[in-house]
């Protein structure tokens, strides 16, 4: 997978399921969106299950250890399990684990709890498809690493919904083609609430869910190098996904992490904050839109660390990283769209950031043995025919037609304790080095990504002090600058001095 210290070596909706619904609070009539997005506070109001087990149901007694196991074992595909209220177990071994059989629905009574006691390593697995998990508590499952708990197989068409899904290591769920994931609280994970990974995935709804405390083991700092392994949630390879009116909040690492060949992404009416970093990381993927979000005090604990380190890369709230809009992959857009969005008080606003060694075939490129989605076959980006094109433009991930709009940045640095190196934008690369093969040196991408490739801001409005950082990480300009050539940036936006919406 890809780590966000490669990354970092710039290398020189309406809720369902009655969940409470709150409305966003901290800013003005003035300067919120129309509508705000509401905050889907799951935790603490996860609606419960029948109090009584439905018709033909068959009934799960907590009181026989394995019992789920049994039954489900025993029962024909398309049973319906109502799991009676209690602690139900199932059993003393590590691999005791729930398989369920096409059309399996497993619905919680009032207080049903699934506990794994920190012995069992999955709750439900297999590859079975449309099953339904709801109105359960599944805690103490102990998945390794990049691992989940609830559809550990990443099986198809899975609905899961009105759970309580907390104090799991690795990841509480794993995501699957078409699966839906709606009205949960996922909150306190050792790695992930959710975690798409290493399959061809597609159609995912994640709606309404509260995602808090994740990556809760700190998992970055089992490795010397970093992971790139950690945050609320992590996709990998998704065709198609819509995220939508979550509310994603205080979570070690970022928010929402795409990373490496997803496509076709919405995210909208989220409100992402007090996340340790990016509220949004779109990594080495393709065509999204990303509108209408609340997006509040995310990364200043990274920003921090990156001043500590004499760092002056512009980390920020929406990091979008070696991914654009590419006409020739199919999606709902063209381009990557972020637009009526409210960013407040996060360290930083909007980077586009493009890494000249980071392409198909190269050493730096993170993503091991992973190909672009317009040229899969590694072996063909090599020299000397990478060189030309074709495979010039098709072995790199591209940051491109990025259309920025319509969004409000407000930064107060006072609030952040900031000194240095906040409120910024960035669109920049660096001075292509390695391989000694490759046909992107010296400026090569620094002039691209900041000329060349359709990134454009434009009719945005801001408060506070914005600089903005080009072509590379150590060229810091104003505002003026910014607007007037060369780079002809944020034409028909409006700036404020102050550090908030007046």
Not at 121 to 147: C, I, M, Q, S, W
Not at 424 to 432: D, F, K, V
């Amino acid at each position: 997978m890809t780590t966000r210290a490669t990354t970092k070596r710039h290398f020189h909706v309406k809720a369902v399921l009655g969940v409470l619904l709150l409305v966003v609070g901290g800013c003005s009539a003035e300067s919120a969106p129309e509508p705000a997005p509401t905050v889907a506070a799951v935790c603490g109001h996860v609606p419960a299950g029948p109090a009584t087990a439905p018709a033909g149901a068959v009934v799960v007694d907590p009181a026989v250890r394995g019992d789920l196991l049994v039954k489900t074992e025993a029962s024909p595909p398309g049973t319906t399990f109502w799991l009676a209220p209690g602690t139900h177990t199932l059993g003393d071994g590590e691999y005791d684990q729930v398989a369920p059989k096409d059309g399996d629905h497993y619905i919680g009574a009032p207080g049903a709890v699934v506990d794994g006691k920190k012995v069992n390593r999955y709750a439900f697995t297999g590859k079975a498809g449309k099953v339904t998990v709801e109105h359960l508590t599944v805690t103490g499952f102990v998945p390794p690493d990049n691992e989940g708990a609830v559809n550990h197989d990443s099986g198809p068409d899975w609905t899961i919904q009105a759970n309580d899904l907390s104090g799991n290591s690795g990841a509480a769920v794993m995501a699957g083609t078409r699966q839906v994931l709606k009205g949960n609280c996922l909150r306190g994970n050792g790695q992930y609430g959710l975690n798409g990974c290493c399959g061809d995935l597609a159609g995912l709804l994640v709606e309404g869910n509260e995602f808090v405390g994740n990556n809760a083991e700190d998992v970055e700092k089992k490795y010397p190098e970093g992971c790139g392994c950690s945050g609320a949630m992590k996709l990998w390879a998704v065709n198609g996904a819509d995220i939508r009116g979550n509310w994603i909040h205080d979570n070690r690492g970022p928010g929402i992490w795409a990373d490496t060949n997803n496509n076709d992404f919405l995210i909208e009416h989220n409100v992402i904050e007090n996340n340790d970093d990016n509220a949004i990381f779109y990594e080495t993927s393709y065509n999204a839109v990303i509108r209408d979000n609340v997006i509040k005090g995310n990364n200043v604990v990274a920003g921090r660390k990156y001043v500590a380190e004499d760092d002056s890369f512009p980390v920020a709230a929406i990091y979008i990283s070696e991914s654009g809009g590419e006409p020739r992959v199919k999606a709902r857009t063209a381009k990557i769209e972020i637009t009526g969005n409210t960013l407040e008080n996060n360290w930083s606003g909007i980077t586009l950031w493009e890494n000249a060694d980071r392409f198909c075939n190269s050493p730096a490129n993170s993503s091991t043995g992973v190909c672009t989605l317009l040229q899969p076959d590694v072996a063909k980006c090599a020299a000397p025919a990478i060189a030309t094109e074709p495979l010039r433009t098709d072995c790199r991930w591209k940051t491109q037609n990025v259309d920025i709009h319509d969004n409000r940045f407000a930064v107060d640095p006072s609030v952040l304790d900031c000194r240095e190196m906040c409120a910024r934008m960035g669109l920049l690369s660096n001075y292509g080095t390695v391989p000694e093969w490759s046909p992107y040196q010296a400026e090569a991408v620094e002039r691209a990504i900041t000329f060349h490739q359709g990134n454009r801001w434009h009719d945005n409005r801001y408060a506070g002090p914005w600089t903005f950082v080009t072509e590379e990480a150590s060229r810091v300009v104003e505002q003026g600058r910014w607007q007037g050539v060369p780079y002809q940036q944020d034409q028909g936006s409006t700036f404020e001095a102050g550090g908030g919406f007046r």
